[in-house]
Every structure is written in C-alpha cells, then in structure tokens.
C-alpha cells in the first residue's frame, strides 16, 4: 500500500480552541500543513522505492501517486479556500462581539439618562418582549418536533451514507458535517419534513456529529450500520443518487428510499458511489439537471445541495422551482437564469430572500462539494 495512503489517517486534527472547546478550528496554517504533509507523503512514498537500500528496486514500479498533479492543486485551492473562509468567519464573530459591545453601552447610556421611574418601567417592558419572544421560540420549536415526528412516520425516507470518511480529509469532513447540519435544519423548516437517516454513522464522522451541539435530540435516525444492512428488507426499494446514472430521476415515490452518498470530494473520488451501487445491486438515478438547465461546470452537487432539491421538489412537485431555488447562480448558465427570472414570482422571491437571511444568521452555507 502507498505510504501515502498510509498516511492518510494521522493526518492532524484541527486544534481545539480554548474559547470553544468542542468545536476544531481549521486555522489556515492548519490548512497548509495538512496539504503539505500530503504532498511530503507522495515524495517520501517516490524516494523510499529509489533510496541507497534499494537503488535498482526490483520491486515494479510503485502504483502512481494518490493525488495527480492537478488533483494537489485543487486540494490547495480548495485548502486556501477554506483558510479564507475561516478567516472571514473569525472577522465576523469579531464584528459581532463589537456589535453587541456597542448595543450594551447605548442601553445603559439610555438607562443613565432616565428617572428611577422611567428607568423601571422600561426594563420592565424589556423584560416582558424578551419572555414573549422566548414563548414564540419555544412554541415554535414544539411545532418543529411535531412536524419532524410526523416526517419520521409518513415522510420521504432520505438516506446520507456516511461510509466515505476513511476517504476524506479532515477539513472535507468539517464540511460534510456542517452540509449535514445545513441539511437537518432545512428539513426542520418544511412543512412536511422527510425522514432522514445517517447511515454508516461512525469513527471519525460520528464523534464530529456529536460536538454539534443538540445532535443527541435531533429527529434523525443515527444508524452505526450501513444502509445495506439497515434496510436489508428494502433491498428493491434502495435508489442510490448518483450524477453519473443513466437513469434520469422524473418523480420521488414514497416507497423508495433515495441514497445520497456522504462525500465532500470535489469529485476526486469520481464515480464512487456508482461503482458502490453497481456492486450492492442496488437501483440509480440522476437527477434531471440537463432538462431543466445548464450548469457552468459539473452536473455533481453537494450533499446539502442534493437534500434540499428533494425536499423542495417534494413540497413544489416542481424540478425547475427546485433546481433555480437551489442551485446557486454562480453553477447556472447566465441564459437559464434569465429565462426562468420571469417565472419566479413575488412570493418564491420573498421566500428566498427568507432564506439567505436565515443562512447568513444562523449558518455558514457550505459551498464545496
Ligand atoms: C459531492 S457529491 C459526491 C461525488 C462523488 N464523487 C460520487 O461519486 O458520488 C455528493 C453526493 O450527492 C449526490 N449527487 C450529487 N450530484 C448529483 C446529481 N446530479 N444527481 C444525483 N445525485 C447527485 C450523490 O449521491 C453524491 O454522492
């Protein structure tokens, strides 16, 4: 086996942070010695054949290296990527903390400016919003578990298979994980929410999942087998999603159990899930990106990416809506976008604009594949 492949799993985790002790911190330095130390890998893996011990290796020559030249490129790309993005996420928390610095000093400029009286009576009405917006919450959060158990029970059986980690980098796992938690979170604001599962839910991934804070109440099944074993009695019904199917995807039934393969690869490990699929037996599909648009690049979507396309396809009955809702425009021909501008009328405009504020308040929307 390739040293490099050897190496592969001593890879460095990412430090814990003092200030947040569950959560890795992907500093960018972190980043580049992650690529660094795989790229030391390969080298290392080429000399040891060529090392004084054995100049004329009899040995055949050694298998061509885990990553090609141009795959190393990406993987920095992707790597500097991540470091920025990092960056920007530290700047904002920075700007956040001075935000509410500022909010506090205004309050009690305001509360310094006061009678006793006046002073009361607004901490008070302070008081009194902050418990009727902590009722809202709270109410809302009911209705969420109920709508999430009503999903466990009817909803669309949706699989992400976690068996790929041993395939990932530590950073490409971070992500997975944030694209599961992106993934949940939608599916908790549907109206009528699939049933999710977690296959293959262990080692590496799972101890990720679990830092998440209130991953131990999510309505998830959190299944430690893989889908094959866990659904063994619905063999005929598993319909793994994979872009590289002949089959095109035209509706979701309800029987089916639709398989989305849990990979953050940037399509390194191309044709993966396939070739998994083929092997189990198992039925395949795309989905019908190419009749309803064009992609600027690869048809191959992220995991949240993917989920959230069913869901919305499962709540519109609509590919189309689902694609351009999705599907941001940046991976969407110009000519597609413009032709579908018209048919998106006020209320899918006021939704998506619903959306991104959500995302930009509560998460990062993972953006690689
Ligand atoms: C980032 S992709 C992983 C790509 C990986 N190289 C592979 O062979 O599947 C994550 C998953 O999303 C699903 N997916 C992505 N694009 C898709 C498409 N156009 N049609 C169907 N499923 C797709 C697949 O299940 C895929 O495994």
Redesign the pocket.
Known sequence: MSLAISLLPSLPFPRITEQNPKKPCFSPSFLYNSATQMENAIRNDQNALRSPSNPNPTTPPPPPPLLSKTAQKKLLKQQRFEARKSEKKAQAKEQKRRESERKRKEWEKRLASLTEEEKTKLIESRKDSRKERMAERSEERERKTERLMRGKEFGQNIVVDLEFSHLMMPNEIHSLVQQIMYCYAVNGRCNSPAHLWLTGCNGEMRTQLERLPGFDKWIIEKESQSYIEALQHQKENLV??????ETV?DELDLKKIY???????R????????KKAEEQGIHT???P?GSYLKMSSS?????N??VEILLKFLETRDWKISFFEVIPSRKRCEVDSEEHQGEVDGKENKERDERTERKKTYIQVPTN?
């Open positions: 793994y999603l994979t872009a590289d199917s995807l398989i989305v393969g849990g990979l953050v690869d399509n390194r490990w191309k044709g993966i899930t396939m599909a795309k989905l990106i048809q191959v979507l992220t995991v990416q993917v594949g």
